[in-house]
């Protein structure tokens, strides 16, 4: 309901209308009070009042009002929207999906997902014959080379 | 590299001679080209050395992840810039330009440098754009005292890190990166090696910053423009991380014992910074200060020297980067409505705009560590490599995560929720430029979950 105000408001400011401030969601009694409010406008004369709107509004507003579809990067509507068109272009299209393609379809670096891949073939095929899993010793005893007793 | 910094070289001369109507498209083709070839350092032709090799840069999986992050985030910095710079004149739309990728280009030479003398210098050429952007083009007089704090903090500690790299390599005979990770310990328990252990960490550690050395985030971040808040945040602060994680395998054996005030100060930082968050009335100095509570977990890690904690140090860097410059841009959506950064002015944000609201719940979740983002994953990597370190350093690394979820609630219940204040009168529609930016800050963020391995290197 609020929400619905607070839009209603802004589309008549884009208008041309003075948008007096949103009241706290207050329900029917404060919205009545906002309508009650803005009547007076209408005496002053048109050009001192769309005047005094903008020294309210800012640079923003201005800029919507110029080019309605404003998207923000610059006031010349032709660039505006080449700058839209290549900002997202050379952003999302090219360096997220071509660039997360290419992220995707990096070799295994290390072979590591080889090696877990390995791992668990190998200790599946180990459980699948009875055999122990791991060796607990990491080197073959029987290939070390001791020195004598000394 | 080559590819990468000739034409981030060619940028500076098209800043300044392209047409003034073609000067925003020109750079932003230009920086996501240059974010693009950048993703290239992500494939690693040697296994345990170094790639991309020359006479001065290299990359590993250290510096990789971070090169990409300041290659990405100069398209984003200029995207974030175009409307503040809107009523400027064209020179200095072209001068700012080409101060941000002048700082790019030193960032990229930064960390990708082989000589620890080459890094130093690439380490303090940063700060003079970066003061620039701060003293120049921010927005309040505070700006001037900001730009002190920032430039003489940073250098007071990077002149005895001058001193000591040169004394380091009058011992070592080399300062190459390749180099020093074979050497012999070399830091005894002595009174003069204690104070070169101290030369060498304390600019670092100013620049991540631990807590007590702290002061000049809150002030450099706060009144920087949203450009020089985006690369400070998410870049200039690893810079000090990627400084302490090349420099510690010199430190050995004494940063078994010194390490110890260091950690205890980010352990306590942490919890400190989050409890001050709790407090703030300014949005832009409450992600500054989360800065340093996400960064002292950082340098905890880094201190341990351990296999877990350096993953989840580089992790956390990457998703603290991506998300922290998120939120400035988002605080900075809000400050160009309302010119205000007062947390209070701009509540119930998400009735005026729902998308914007989506990704101030996405960020702010982002900020909690939710699974399965990165940010969870370096900071329970750094938890558990810290738990391992010692036990009790669970107590302020949980007590951390808690206020770190407190505040960031805070920070969202506010800007996005509770009832309409009175006195917001008129509040212009979101951009698409400004979705934009908040799309590709979380893009990445959302596929590198998917493929962490990217960044996390050291865990494999």
């Not at chain 2, 101060?99 to 280009?105: G, N, P, V």
Request: charged fraction near 10%; hydrophobic fraction near 50%.
């Amino acid at each position: 309901m609020a929400a619905l105000g607070r839009c209603a408001r802004r589309l008549l400011l884009l208008r041309g209308f003075p948008a007096r401030g949103a009241r706290a969601g207050s329900g029917p009694g404060g919205e009545a009070a906002a309508v009650a409010v803005t009547p007076p406008p209408a005496a002053r004369a048109p050009r001192q009042q769309q005047h005094e709107e903008e020294e309210e509004e800012g640079s923003m507003v201005a800029m919507l009002r110029k080019n309605p579809d404003y998207h923000g990067f610059d006031p010349d509507p032709v660039i505006d929207l080449w700058n839209m068109r290549l900002a997202f272009f050379f952003g999302v299209s090219l360096c997220i999906v071509v660039g997360a393609t290419f992220l995707h379809y990096l070799p295994d670096h290390g072979m590591r997902k080889w090696a877990r891949r390995e791992a668990e073939q190998k200790v599946k095929e180990r459980e699948r014959l009875g055999l122990p899993i791991m060796d607990s010793n990491y080197f073959d005893p029987s290939k070390l080379v001791l020195p004598d007793e000394e | 590299m080559l590819k990468i910094l000739l034409p981030m070289t060619a940028l500076l001369l098209t800043t300044t001679i392209c047409k003034p109507k073609q000067l925003w498209p020109t750079t932003s083709i230009n920086t996501f080209g240059i974010a693009l070839l950048s993703l290239q350092w992500f494939k690693p032709s040697q296994e345990l050395t170094m790639s991309f090799s020359n006479y001065y840069t290299s990359i590993d999986y250290i510096s990789a992840p971070l090169l990409t992050l300041s290659c990405w985030l100069t398209p984003l910095m200029i995207l974030a810039s175009q409307n503040h710079l809107i009523m400027e004149p064209i020179s200095r739309k072209r001068t700012f330009i080409f101060i941000t990728t002048l700082l790019q280009i030193s960032l990229v030479l930064a960390f990708s440098a082989t000589e620890l003398i080459m890094f130093f210098i690439m380490f303090e050429t940063t700060l003079i754009p970066t003061l620039a952007i701060i003293t120049r083009w921010g927005n309040q007089v505070e700006r001037l005292n900001a730009g002190t704090y920032f430039l003489f903090y940073t250098l007071i500690g990077s002149l005895p890190l001058l001193i000591a790299l040169l004394s380091l390599q009058n011992q070592i005979g080399t300062l190459s990166t390749y180099m020093i990770q074979l050497n012999q310990p070399t830091m005894l328990n002595t009174w003069a090696h204690t104070t070169w252990w101290f030369a060498l960490l304390t600019a670092f550690m100013i620049k991540m910053p631990l807590y007590g050395l702290h002061l000049w985030l809150p002030k450099a971040h706060v009144e920087a423009p949203i450009a020089g808040s985006m690369i400070l945040a998410a870049v200039l602060l690893k810079l000090g991380g990627y400084g302490i994680i090349r420099i510690m395998p010199t430190l050995n054996p004494l940063s078994k014992t010194l390490s110890y005030p260091f950690m205890v100060l980010a352990l306590w930082g942490v919890i400190m910074t989050g409890s001050i968050c709790l407090r703030q009335t300014d949005l832009k100095s409450l992600i500054a200060y989360s800065s340093v509570s996400h960064m002292g977990l950082v340098i905890a890690a880094t201190l341990t020297q351990t296999q877990w904690a350096y993953t989840g140090a580089i992790t956390l860097m990457i998703a603290h980067g991506l998300t922290s410059s998120m939120l400035f841009c988002l605080a900075n959506t809000n400050y160009e409505r309302t010119h205000s950064r007062t947390l209070l002015l701009a509540r119930n944000m998400q009735l005026l705009y729902p998308l914007m609201g989506l990704w101030w719940l996405l960020t702010s979740l982002a900020n909690m560590a939710i699974p399965p983002t990165i940010n969870l994953m370096g900071e329970l990597t750094i938890i558990a490599s810290l738990f391992n370190w010692s036990n009790i350093t669970i107590l302020a690394t949980g007590l951390g995560t808690i206020i770190t979820a407190t505040y960031t609630l805070y920070m969202l219940s506010t800007t996005q929720w509770g009832g309409t204040p009175s006195f917001i009168k008129m509040m212009p529609p979101t951009h698409t430029r400004e979705h934009l930016l908040m799309i590709l800050h979380i893009l990445p963020m959302t596929l590198l979950m998917m493929k962490p391995e990217l960044i996390w290197n050291t865990f494999y």
